[in-house]
């Protein structure tokens, strides 16, 4: 069974802080993924990336970046929190080499709260 | 601009009934579509997928169908089972693009 583990479900950060958060699978996948989810918004993809050290944005990039030094972990940093990015945050894998299409395998999320 | 959209929030059936959900999208260019379906402080899984050039696919109590002139496509779940209940999301992607996902539909199945 392909896992995707989330370091943490449940944060609460202050405004300002530096927030990482790590994603690790365990299916030798190529692609990663960081998404958003907000009620009424549904999934928003926030970077994904092909390859160790690569990475792309997505459709909501701003306030955040991402690092991938490792084939099996990619994380997704708030440089400065800030309380709209309040929110479940979803990471994902897939298999395919070059194109982030078909299935996605999720992780169980992390609850951000920023005070 | 939400390129798919899941106009109906949230859906009551009772069990052993069928459960009808609906998405449309807007880009004429997508050609692969999923469905999730999400529990309560889980991640979304998986559940069916199908690609432009079928118009219906079946696995088990789960049929996907597509009808691309109206862009519009819909899950059917056939009988359903309280087991089911969830929030259900539906995907769609261009070759080589990201997914982009609907809001949900969350159902309850009454037992």
């Known amino acids: 069974d392909v896992k995707v583990t989330q370091s943490s479900r449940y944060l609460v950060k202050r405004t300002g802080e530096k927030v990482f958060l790590e994603c690790v699978q365990d299916?030798?996948?190529?692609?990663m993924f960081w998404y958003r989810q907000d009620p009424g918004l549904g999934l928003r993809l926030i970077y994904f990336?092909?390859?160790?050290?690569?990475?792309e944005k997505g459709d909501i990039p701003e306030g955040y970046s991402v690092s991938r030094e490792k084939k099996e972990r990619f994380s997704l940093i708030l440089e400065s929190a800030s309380t709209n990015q309040t929110s479940m945050y979803l990471c994902?894998?897939?298999?395919?080499?070059?194109?982030?299409?078909?299935?996605?395998?999720f992780g169980p999320g992390t609850r951000l709260t920023v005070t | 601009d939400q390129q798919v959209k899941q106009n109906s929030p949230s859906l009551s059936v009772q069990e052993g009934r069928i459960s009808i959900l609906n998405c449309d999208y807007t880009?004429?260019?997508?050609?692969?579509f999923l469905w999730y379906k999400k529990y309560p402080a889980e991640g979304p899984t998986f559940l069916i997928s199908?690609?432009?050039?079928?118009d219906k696919n079946e696995d088990g109590r789960f049929t996907v169908f597509l009808n691309k002139s109206a862009k519009h496509l819909s899950l059917h779940i056939v009988p359903s089972q309280p087991g089911d209940s969830a929030v259900y999301f539906c995907?769609?992607?261009?070759?080589?693009?990201?997914?982009?996902f609907g809001t949900g539909t969350s159902l309850t199945v009454i037992p």
């Open positions: 995907a769609a992607s261009a070759v080589g693009n990201q997914f982009y």
């Open positions: 299916m030798d996948h190529e692609n």
């Open positions: 990336s092909y390859d160790v050290k690569m990475k």
């Open positions: 199908i690609s432009s050039i079928k």
């Open positions: 880009n004429s260019m997508f050609d692969y």
């Open positions: 994902a894998s897939s298999p395919l080499g070059t194109t982030p299409s078909y299935e996605q395998y």
